[in-house]
């Protein structure tokens, strides 16, 4: 075999990755990886000799580092139920290595100086790499060109339906002046406000199983078909979060052109039968449906119609969730389990471990232009997800390092567990345990590289 590198240079490497099986964007493969200031310095058949550290992946698959496009990690505002700490380790417990967060917090992400906020809290706290997604107003269209290109931003997200916090923008003009000011893809909640407004009477008091009943797949098709029709006509490209419904699925195979979509961990694997067993920690928004839809999504997912995989981590604490229905809050962990619940449908076969890769790594490179990342590559950032698929593990409410520490899929067996999590050569995560000191990163992204 022959080795790749990024000089002639023989000179030692930092960090050794041998015999594990690495699952790339151009296949399987079984090369070595070395590791030097932080990237990929070589893979092939590398003499360990030459190397400072050797980890022994026998047995265990080398996946690109999982990017998590969408978790709410709930600062500044709402710390009691998680920050930005607590989140990112949650995060790398599970595999991930970089996360985009939200913009929906106290106060909301919505200009330069709340960017700047985020990112300063963020170094030298968060465990894995991060961007911050900046909300789109009816006040800020002006500012979006430059915020949308600053450094650690993710690009602009717009709710135009409402859910937690307070960055609603439900009207066709106001939608159209945002996407008339981007350049980047936007990333949108797709909900139809009005129809949820003319539908609350449909709520039952006690009963979260009425969620997906007021919230229908009506108002969730509806979103996406004003937002296509919108983005069209400005000439933009958009991004559909969590899609709930096989509808939005048929409808999205013939826009492609300008529509990428996510999918959740929860609308993969859960279903409204879950509702009598979990109450209101299944409401999430948009909710968790029926099986047809879920089997709609699995289609998607077959069929290349969602492009990416993110978990829409949206903690709240027991009590808060304990509230009587409608007013329980809507959303559950989700940042730590996607990895493994993930795994467990590919070793059921419903989706190839080189779709994952596709789905958490290449993917969201390739949709949001991520620089140095998504791929095992010479001169890409060392960001490896080190998974087990032969172990059988058992998720509980103990393992979940978020701050609001519950899961939906406590007591859920799996086959195939995240055994460690690299980040940008450093040894995050390894075996259930914090390896390293938080050292995270903004991601670079090429629509937005600094100058100079």
Same mark, same amino acid.
């Given at each position: ?16 990755? &041998?015999?594990?099986?690495? @699952? ?28 400072? &550290?050797? @980890? ?142 003319? &539908? ?27 937002? @296509? ?116 449908? @590919? ?106």
């Amino acid at each position: 075999m022959t080795t790749n590198e990024t000089t002639s240079d023989k000179s030692t490497y930092e960090l050794l990755f &041998r015999n594990g099986t690495v @699952v790339n964007h151009d296949g399987v493969g079984t090369p070595d990886i070395a590791v030097r200031n932080g990237r990929i310095a070589a893979t092939g058949d590398i003499d360990p000799r030459r190397a400072d &550290r050797v @980890v022994d992946c026998t047995g265990l698959h080398i996946l690109p580092g999982v990017i998590d496009s969408q978790v709410h990690f709930r600062e500044p505002g709402a710390e009691h139920k998680e920050d930005l700490e607590t989140g990112s380790r949650a995060a790398v417990m599970g595999g991930v290595t970089a996360v985009f967060e939200m913009p929906n917090t106290k106060p909301t992400t919505t200009s330069a100086e709340a960017l700047a906020d985020k990112i300063k809290r963020a170094r030298g706290r968060m465990h894995c790499d991060f961007a911050f997604w900046v909300g789109g107003t009816r006040d800020n269209v002006a500012d979006i060109p430059d915020l949308e290109r600053l450094p650690g931003a993710a690009g602009i997200k717009v709710f135009i339906g409402s859910s937690t916090g307070d960055l609603l923008v439900e009207d066709d003009a106001g939608i159209a002046a945002i996407l008339g000011a981007t350049r980047r893809r936007a990333a949108f909640h797709a909900e139809d406000e009005m129809r949820l407004n003319d &539908r609350k009477h449909l709520r039952v008091p006690g009963d979260a199983a009425s969620h997906p009943v007021w919230r229908d797949a009506t108002a969730a098709l509806m979103a996406t078909e004003r937002l @296509v029709r919108i983005a069209r006509s400005k000439g933009a490209r958009i991004h559909i979060l969590h899609i709930s419904t096989a509808e939005e699925i048929a409808y999205l195979a013939d826009h492609k052109d300008i529509v990428t979509a996510e999918a959740t961990p929860h609308h993969l694997t859960l279903s409204a039968d879950d509702y009598e067993r979990l109450g209101t920690k299944l409401q999430m928004n948009p909710p968790v449906r029926d099986k047809a839809h879920q089997a709609g999504i699995w289609q998607g997912i077959a069929n290349g119609v969602i492009d990416v995989l993110g978990s829409d981590h949206a903690p709240h604490t027991l009590e808060e969730k304990a509230k009587p229905y409608p007013e329980s809050p809507s959303g559950m962990t989700g940042v730590q389990t996607l990895v493994p619940i993930m795994l467990d449908h @590919v070793n059921a076969g419903r989706l190839s471990l080189e779709r994952f890769v596709d789905l958490t790594s290449a993917g969201p490179a390739r949709l949001f232009g991520i620089a140095r990342k998504g791929r095992i590559a010479v001169g890409y950032d060392a960001d490896f997800t080190i998974v087990d698929l032969k172990r059988r593990a058992t998720i509980t409410n103990g393992w979940i390092a978020s701050r609001a520490g519950w899961t939906p899929y406590d007591g859920k067996r799996v086959f195939g567990w995240p055994v460690g999590t690299v980040v940008r050569g450093r040894q995050v995560m390894w075996e259930g345990e914090l390896a390293a000191p938080s050292g995270g990163e903004p991601v670079l992204f090429s629509e937005a590289l600094p100058r100079g």
